[in-house]
């Protein structure tokens, strides 16, 4: 079992940075991958970023490339995303996942069993 849950958000202007931070218990942080989705009202979720178990290998969703950046702290158990040049159609509930399966699925909500309860982000205008 992991438990995780996620801090960080709030409301920012366009151009702005917010970090979010998910921290985990239960299994072993550093024995699995972990990935951050969103999901804006009316919208499905969308795959935002993913960071390896042992961090050396990120791979990101196409809207956030070079703005946004995955690391994490496995001494720390947490896993954190930095977003920078905000943009307001990044405004979406931000959702933290764990991967303790490894289906192939690093892009799909599909492949991560575990999630947490989520962080709102808005940015405005």
């Known amino acids: 079992q992991v438990q995780l849950v996620e801090s960080g958000g709030g409301l920012v202007q366009a151009g702005g940075s917010l970090r979010l931070s998910c921290a985990a218990s239960?299994?072993?942080?550093?024995?699995?991958?972990m990935g951050w989705f969103r999901q804006a009202p009316g919208k499905e979720r969308e795959f935002v970023a993913r960071?390896?178990?042992?961090?050396?290998?990120?791979y990101y969703g196409d809207s956030v490339k070079g703005r946004f950046t995955i690391s994490r702290d496995n001494a720390e158990n947490t896993v954190y995303l930095q977003m920078n040049s905000l943009r307001p159609e990044d405004t979406a509930v931000y959702y933290c996942?764990?991967?303790?399966?490894?289906?192939?699925?690093?892009?799909?909500?599909?492949?991560?069993?575990?999630w947490g309860q989520g962080t709102q982000v808005t940015v405005s205008s």
């Open positions: 239960g299994r072993t942080f550093s024995s699995y991958a």
């Open positions: 996942a764990a991967d303790t399966m490894y289906s192939g699925h690093f892009n799909r909500d599909v492949g991560y069993n575990y």
């Open positions: 960071i390896s178990s042992t961090g050396g290998n990120t």
